[in-house]
Each structure stands twice: as structure tokens, then as C-alpha cells.
T-cell receptor, first 115, second 114 residues
Framework: DSGVTQTPKHLITATGQRVTLRCSPR?????VYWYQQSLDQGLQFLIQ???????AKGNILERFSAQQFPDLHSELNLSSLELGDSALYFC??????????????FGPGTRLTVL | AQSVTQPDIHITVSEGASLELRCNYS??????LFWYVQSPGQGLQLLLK??????LVQGIKGFEAEFKRSQSSFNLRKPSVHWSDAAEYFC????????????FGGGTRVLVKP
């Protein structure tokens, strides 16, 4: 158990809908990262937040957004869902925002199925 | 931009045999390198990491990896594989610049024969 929690574990929804994925980082970690794992794209970095501020952005679609709240939990919002958004979404957390000793620990993931 | 290549998509190994998983990276400077393992239906678990110093890194579950700058490689090894090592293994490179995103390879799925 990494200490990173994600809810829900599974989510099934229809095209055009909007969903919210939630992540609670390990105690003491200030950074939260979101990754998408799909069969065709593999594991891809989406976005990073550090202590409430956006820190780095990857291949995140404009239909997707995220935020980190004062209690450091994070939410990933996916809207106007398409079939291709079906994937496993991972959250990871780390103590700092980068550097030699900063290691990311991953949650169990949320499996999103868009029908 | 950084990139990671794992040339082997699948590897089948007999229980008790040795295992080596290949990883090649592309990065402009000395990278941070990681190996993660994903068991079926599970998240990613960190096996080991390299930041600097000794190029032979020991990890959990009896795994080790060697950083070879001249070959831009960070291969993962285990001397004797157990059935529980059947999983998918991901090599990743982390940026030293601001932010800390990980770039992952495509993964290698390991099957263990009894």
C-alpha cells in the first residue's frame, strides 16, 4: 500500500458526460501528479500540482482539468467524454516538486469506461 | 524531450531462471531513472531508482539495475525469478528541470513458466 488513495475504483459512464476522479496523497506529500494509462498511448503524464499550484503540464486535453485543494487532495475533471477517454487514471504523490530525492508513489488507479 | 524505450514487449522466463529487462533512455543530461512494477489490476510499485553515485542500484524483491551512461541504458535484472514476479515492468525517466514529470517506456510484460 503506497498510502495514495483514489476514488472511485471503477467508473462507467456514457459519451458526452462529465466525471470527477479524486486523489488523496500520502501524508506529508505536497505534489500530486495525474497519469493516464491506455492501450494505445501507454502511460502518459497529464498534470502536476504542488501545494495548490499547477507546476507542470503534459498531454492533457482541454476537456480535462484538475485542481489541488488546501487539504492537498486533488480532483481530475473529465468532460465531454469520448470513447477514447476510456483508460486507467493514476494519481501519484511526492514530497516536493522535483529534485534528486523526490520519488513518486502511485495510487491504485481509477478505471474509467466510456460507453 | 526525454524518451524511454523498452525494446521487449513480452518476455517469458522459467521460474528460477535469471531475468534481464532492457531500458534505453534519451535525455540531455544525467537523468533520474526508475523501474516500476504493475501487477494485474494493481497500481505501480517502485522497485528501484537511480539519481547519482553508484551505477549499480539495489531494489526491493531482489531486483537490481545498472546505469550505463555510455549506452544510455538502465537494465533491470533479477538472478532467480519467482512465479510472483509475473507482472508488467515499466522503466521511467524523470526530468531534473522544474517539475518532476515521469516519462515511461511502453512496458515489458513478464510471464513466468513453472
Amino acid at each position: 500500500d503506497s498510502g495514495v488513495t483514489q476514488t472511485p475504483k471503477h467508473l462507467i459512464t456514457a459519451t458526452g458526460q462529465r466525471v470527477t476522479l479524486r486523489c488523496s496523497p500520502r501524508s506529508g506529500d505536497l505534489s500530486v501528479y495525474w497519469y493516464q494509462q491506455s492501450l494505445d498511448q501507454g502511460l502518459q503524464f497529464l498534470i502536476q500540482y504542488y501545494n495548490g499550484e499547477e507546476r507542470a503540464k503534459g498531454n492533457i486535453l482541454e476537456r480535462f482539468s484538475a485542481q489541488q485543494f488546501p487539504d492537498l487532495h486533488s480532483e481530475l475533471n473529465l468532460s465531454s467524454l469520448e470513447l477514447g477517454d476510456s483508460a486507467l487514471y493514476f494519481c501519484a504523490s511526492s514530497v516536493a516538486s522535483g529534485g534528486a530525492t523526490d520519488t513518486q508513489y502511485f495510487g491504485p488507479g481509477t478505471r474509467l469506461t466510456v460507453l | 524531450a526525454q524518451s524511454v524505450t523498452q525494446p521487449d514487449i513480452h518476455i517469458t522466463v522459467s521460474e528460477g531462471a535469471s531475468l534481464e529487462l532492457r531500458c534505453n533512455y534519451s535525455y540531455g543530461a544525467t537523468p533520474y531513472l526508475f523501474w516500476y512494477v504493475q501487477s494485474p489490476g494493481q497500481g505501480l510499485q517502485l522497485l528501484l531508482k537511480y539519481f547519482s553515485g553508484d551505477t549499480l542500484v539495489q531494489g526491493i524483491k531482489g531486483f537490481e539495475a545498472e546505469f550505463k551512461r555510455s549506452q544510455s541504458s538502465f537494465n533491470l535484472r533479477k538472478p532467480s525469478v519467482h512465479w510472483s514476479d509475473a507482472a508488467e515492468y515499466f522503466c521511467a525517466v524523470g526530468a531534473r528541470a522544474a517539475g518532476n514529470k515521469l516519462t515511461f517506456g511502453g512496458g515489458t510484460r513478464v510471464l513466468v513458466k513453472p
